[in-house]
């Protein structure tokens, strides 16, 4: 007996099975920073100060300080005039701010923000000023969306006898606007509950820079990120800082690759599945998160990774990773490292799987940094080492410490129970005499 099957039916199932599979959407939710929260994103944004006001038909208020400092930070689409004054001519420092909320330059229409001095008796050269959280609405994407951060305002007056706007203490006059806000949402995957987190990083309240390469006034081989913070754990894990990425256009989770794109003012985080032109990347460690990026600002984020995963085809270079692993005695340690410019590139192509170079084994770095050597040639007696700890791949060691366990032989810092005992050092001379030695600190 002959079936016979319908070629319409047939082909609509070849059809959908050709479909590429779909996106998923994540709602994000507003989210404010609290006393009972053991984790938030963090994020600032140093406002650049000047003596005089910006370019501009602005409204003022009637002003106590006779030198007033002046501010105009982009927050989304807008910006906003900040003016630092005193609540009385009394006062050793800024303590009150006036803030343009509603962009509309006028300073005169928004309430003043006031803040407190905080004397230090040990230290008076330290001048700080304390505020409360600000709650403001911003203009990003073209939409209208909530906003917080929280003012902060320090100077180190090196000369006792000049005012705070006066050089040379104006130049270590520091206003910051730390973020105290940020989105999350729940991503359901092959039947796992991910959450996700975005922070403002760069304090700018957009939540969607992606990753590009920070350069500093020295030069450094370290590879310095901005861009704002992406996290990305199991519902039922704890979120830390350890966990922030910088920003990327992909994500692996698994063996799926997924292009990001983040709408803040739809309050949505796109996942688009990638399955063209992937490479494979491996790395002989077992790494819980992984970073790599591209020189045309295209960075790759990879949770649990374990020792390969895929990858679009391209050119990388190490980001930043973080492993986990036991020592003898079972007590757990966290490692986090971070790229250097030393690092060599490693080229993916599609189909192919490519080896990055990372971890064991590490090596100590001992150098006498930019500013040390300044100081030196300047005539000071004294010297400042820094001490790197370096991987296989030229990454930095940037933290190590013990997550879990009281048992471990490993000889630990008199500071920090957590941490591995600072390293030693000698310094001798020519004739192998020992001319000085010590410990090396944190930080």
């Known amino acids: 007996m002959a079936i016979r099957g319908s070629p319409t039916y047939f082909v609509a199932l070849v059809a959908l099975l050709a479909l590429p599979a779909l996106a998923l959407d994540v709602a994000l939710t507003y989210q404010t920073a609290g006393v009972d929260r053991e984790f938030f994103p963090y994020g600032g944004n140093r406002v650049e100060l000047t003596l ?21 930070p982009e927050l989304g ?32 229409d928004d309430p003043v923000i006031d803040g407190r001095y905080l004397e230090d008796q040990q230290r008076p050269e330290y001048l700080n000023a304390d505020f409360d959280p600000v709650d403001m609405t911003v203009v990003a994407g073209g939409a209208e969306l909530p906003y917080q951060f929280t003012p902060n305002l320090y100077c180190f007056k ?58 500093l006034e020295r030069p450094s081989d370290r590879v310095y990120a901005q861009g704002d913070s992406f996290y990305l754990v199991k519902s039922d894990e704890k979120l830390s800082h350890e966990y922030g990425q910088t920003l990327g256009r992909y994500l692996v989770v698994g063996d799926k690759v997924f292009e990001v794109a983040i709408d803040i ?13 992937l490479a494979t990347l491996s790395w002989p460690a077992d790494l819980a998160g992984l970073e790599v990026y591209a020189e045309d ?3 790759v984020m990879f949770y649990h990774p374990g020792g390969k995963a895929p990858l679009p085809a391209g050119t990388y270079r190490l ?4 492993l986990y692993t036991n020592d003898e005695q079972g007590d757990r340690w966290q490692l986090v490292a971070a790229g250097t410019k030393k690092g060599t590139p ?34 000071m007696d004294q ?25 471990t032989k490993i000889a630990l810092s008199s500071k920090d129970n957590q941490r591995p005992a600072e390293p030693t050092y000698k310094i001798v001379d020519t004739e192998g005499e020992v001319v000085s030695s010590g410990r090396f600190e944190y930080g």
């Open 52 to 72: 005089d006001a910006p370019p501009g038909a602005w409204k003022l208020p009637e002003l106590v300080s006779q030198t007033p400092v002046y501010g105009l």
């Open 77 to 108: 689409d807008r910006k906003h005039l900040v003016l630092l004054d005193r609540k009385a001519k009394s006062d050793k420092f800024f303590t009150r701010l006036y803030f343009d909320k509603n962009a509309n330059s006028d300073l005169t």
């Open 158 to 215: 090196v000369d006792g006898n000049k005012e705070v706007t006066e050089e040379p203490n104006r130049q270590n006059l520091h206003l910051y606007f730390s973020t105290r806000c940020a989105y999350s949402g729940t991503l359901a995957l092959d039947g796992a509950s991910y959450a996700i987190w975005l922070g403002d990083r760069d304090g700018n309240a957009r939540f969607n820079d992606s990753f590009s390469i920070r350069e």
């Open 265 to 277: 003012a739809a309050r949505k985080l796109t996942l688009t599945p990638v399955t063209e032109s």
């Open 297 to 299: 600002k295209t960075a």
């Open 319 to 322: 980001l930043s990773y973080r």
């Open 346 to 379: 490693i080229t993916a192509e599609a189909g192919n799987t490519v080896k990055l170079a990372l971890g064991e084994p590490y090596r100590p770095v001992v150098q006498i940094p930019d500013y040390a050597r300044d100081m030196l040639n300047s005539g």
């Open 383 to 407: 010297v400042q080492l820094s001490l790197e700890v370096r991987g296989a791949g030229e990454e930095v060691l940037g933290d190590l410490r013990r997550i879990a366990g009281q048992g």
